[in-house]
């Protein structure tokens, strides 16, 4: 039986999304208004530059359930989200996008399955109607290298549109990685977590804020934040060209002995030096991926800095957006 008294959670990070933002909102309360528990919405404004903070405050007049963050700078999707959930209150947090493709007429069933015993209920995006081949293909990709490489499994399709139940989120909120891919930090918390299937329908409007650029840098935060094979496959590479390179003295000193001849090599050479030289500038940008997270993390710099609060009836210091992002 429902109990009037929990509080639900809906964290909506959002980077000028100042055309979404009412058709988000109105979607939000014509589903949750019929539900028997109690709700807050909190929009973090990621440094929107389109007057979305501006359409947060007239929604917050008009609905006091409505509470806005909003961010000093643009920090990203992921230090957004992880903003949301520090300030989140209630016994379940549900965390989704702003262009409707995480549709909101689903909370009901991620409350449901949560109330049913799931400490974490995700949803698998199906294919997207507005992804292309070449994104579907890299996704794919990814996901298998991701699960290859990693302990964690990471289900292809996994999005950020989930419900998390107040003990997760707590553990959530205090680990300390500066660097975060939710996407798999939630798996690997473990935890009994479901998981059910939806289809996106296309953006309401405005364009998608991930470019190919961005995909690329969420996706080796991932792979950095949970595996060491990057660096293993370096050093098997090296083992691999010293192999190759011993057999190929073998073979130049057998043309020397046997067919007292010698190989004029200047081309061979010209690729063997091309060759290891992109190799060791390859392990070397690897061990300088690895190094840059490590100064990253020792650094302790907050993972955001939140500029105000709802109507500025709070304003966090510096000091306070580094212990919420701790």
């Known amino acids: 039986m429902a109990t009037p008294s929990l509080l ?8 000028n999304e100042a055309e979404c933002l009412p058709k988000v909102h109105e979607e939000l309360r014509r589903v949750c208004d019929p539900l028997p ?3 807050e919405f909190i929009f973090v404004d990621d440094g929107s530059t389109d007057g979305s903070a501006e359409v947060l405050d007239g929604l917050r007049r008009g609905d006091p359930r409505v509470r806005s963050l909003v961010l000093s700078r643009n920090f990203g999707h992921q230090a957004a989200l992880s903003a949301g959930l520090a300030h989140a209150r209630g016994d379940g947090v549900i965390t989704m996008d702003c262009d409707m493709q995480h549709p909101p007429a689903l909370i009901p069933e991620l409350i449901d399955r949560w109330r049913a015993g799931d400490d974490v209920v995700n949803t698998i995006r199906k294919e997207s109607v507005e992804a292309g081949l070449l994104k579907r293909l890299a996704s794919a990709g990814f996901y298998r290298f991701f699960n290859w490489a990693t302990r964690v499994p990471l289900e292809a399709g996994s999005a950020d549109f989930r419900l998390m139940g107040r003990p997760v989120v707590d553990v959530l909120n205090a680990l300390p990685e500066r660097q975060r891919f939710l996407r798999g930090l939630v798996p690997w918390l473990g935890f ?13 409007a405005g364009r998608p804020k991930y470019s190919f650029s961005r995909s690329l840098r969420l996706a080796a935060d991932g792979l950095t934040s949970f595996s060491f094979y990057p660096l293993r496959l370096s050093a098997l590479m090296g083992c691999a060209i010293i192999g190759l390179s011993f057999l190929y003295g073998i073979y130049a000193l057998a043309m020397h002995l046997i067919a007292q001849t010698t190989q004029p090599g200047w ?22 991926e ?18 105000r609060i709802g109507d500025d009836a ?13």
Do not use: W
């Open 192 to 204: 009994r977590q479901g998981r059910f299937e939806y289809e996106a329908p296309r953006r309401f």
């Open 8 to 15: 639900i959670s809906v964290v909506v990070p959002l980077l």
């Open 314 to 326: 709070e304003r966090p210091s510096f000091q306070d957006g580094q212990r919420r992002a701790g």
């Open 267 to 288: 081309t061979s050479l010209i690729v063997c030096v091309l060759f290891l030289g992109g190799c060791q500038i390859a392990i070397l940008g690897v061990l300088g």
């Open 290 to 307: 690895y190094i840059g997270r490590i100064l990253e993390q020792v650094k302790e710099r907050p993972l955001y800095i939140v500029k």
């Open 37 to 39: 528990y109690r709700f």
